[in-house]
């Protein structure tokens, strides 16, 4: 089994095969799952204190929020990849 884990800023990791969607934070449903996730307690903010520029969903239903380009994260996604 093989594990690959892409990094979404600061040191933070997530496990690629567990993503399921990244997406940029401006749109209003994107901010009701942010805000659900929050109450649900399955919101994890890897922003360091900085603004939020993607929103990655997991298949746990977790949510977490990174301070890079969702196009950053993709790319890094894509390159693991191969």
């Not at 594990?3 to 934070?25: E, H, K, Q, T, W």
């Amino acid at each position: 089994m093989d594990i690959r884990l892409i990094n979404i800023g600061f040191g933070n990791i997530v496990s690629a095969g567990r993503v399921v969607a990244i997406v940029s934070p401006e749109s209003a449903p994107i901010k009701r799952i942010i805000s659900d996730a929050r109450d649900r307690g399955q919101l994890i903010d890897a922003t360091y204190g900085r603004r939020t520029r993607a929103v990655i969903i997991m298949d746990s239903n977790h949510v977490v929020l990174s301070a890079i380009q969702p196009e950053t994260v993709a790319n890094r996604f894509m390159i693991n990849e191969q």
